[in-house]
């Protein structure tokens, strides 16, 4: 059986039983974890709750996170009435297939279409950005295949109202991001703190003295949205590469560290 219930302070904990199923006793997921908790117990306490958690037979198999593009800090051109959805993951190999995240998603729309807490608005369509964790299925597909459609570098799904691109902002080099890396995280994922610290690590490998600055998105929300919400700054250049392809970032990064006119 699958039931669905939001995330409370009474099953915040599940949240993590989901997301790092495998990683609860890890050092660096521990840190990120107690970053995210304390992000979700405030945006609990701004907005209502923000995510949900399927359940299969009594255990938690996957999880949503939603929230108004309006709560974005760092979002200079935030849209009225748009629901965006951060994340859907299904981290258990015993409940995929079985049609819990179809579930979970299912019903996160009905609510959208009845009415959210976390909306001050009527909720005039959702969005998600696909992105794929390597385990069960491919994120666009999945969305796709749940009614969603393709937008401008973006998935939508209309539920009051019609779509509207987003306003998207382009990174212009400032001269304070020469010579220094700047390294953005999301505090709303617990693998996102980890990820930054895996970035500094592969930046000390293809760039040993080259200074690295990290930034909490949330925190520090006017750094980011100046900047276009890049993942990774090197010397006032956006990098493209992920750390999993090191050659790839490694010559990226090296490239972006050449003089001007070299």
């Not at 979002?75 to 959805?85: A, D, I, Q, T, W």
């Not at 009614?147 to 401008?152: H, L, N, P, V």
């Not at 990174?171 to 953005?184: H, L, Q, S, T």
């Not at 500094?200 to 909490?216: I, K, R």
Request: hydrophobic fraction near 35%; charged fraction near 30%.
């Amino acid at each position: 059986m699958i039931t669905v219930r939001e995330v409370t302070e009474e099953n915040l904990e599940d949240t993590f039983r989901v997301c790092s199923r495998n990683k609860l006793d890890d050092p660096r997921q521990r840190k990120g974890i107690a970053i995210k908790r304390q992000w979700l117990k405030r945006m609990l306490r701004d907005h209502g709750p923000v995510s949900m958690i399927a359940y299969l037979e009594g255990e938690p198999a996957a999880y949503v996170m939603f929230y108004p593009e309006e709560a974005l800090p760092y979002e200079p051109h935030p849209r009225k009435g748009v629901l965006r959805v951060e994340c859907i993951y299904n981290s258990s190999p015993e409940a995929r297939g079985k049609g819990v995240g179809k579930a979970l998603l299912s019903h996160l729309i009905t609510e959208a279409t009845k009415g959210l807490t976390c909306m001050e608005e009527e909720c005039r369509f959702m969005v998600a950005e696909a992105f794929n964790t390597g385990e069960g299925v491919g994120m666009e597909g999945f969305y796709l295949s749940s009614g969603f459609k393709r937008g401008e570098g973006e998935l939508y799904y209309l539920i009051h109202g019609e779509y509207e691109p987003k306003t998207r902002v382009s990174y212009e080099p400032m001269e304070e991001d020469r010579d220094r890396a700047i390294v953005f995280y999301n505090r709303n994922c617990e693998y996102s703190y980890v990820f930054a610290l895996r970035i500094e690590e592969a930046l000390g490998e293809a760039a040993p003295d080259l200074t690295v600055t990290f930034v909490d998105m949330w925190e520090r929300p006017m750094d980011a949205a100046r900047r276009g919400v890049s993942y990774l700054l090197v010397n006032a250049k956006p990098i493209k590469s992920f750390i999993g392809d090191m050659e790839a970032f490694r010559a990226e990064v090296q490239e972006a560290l050449k003089p001007q006119g070299a």
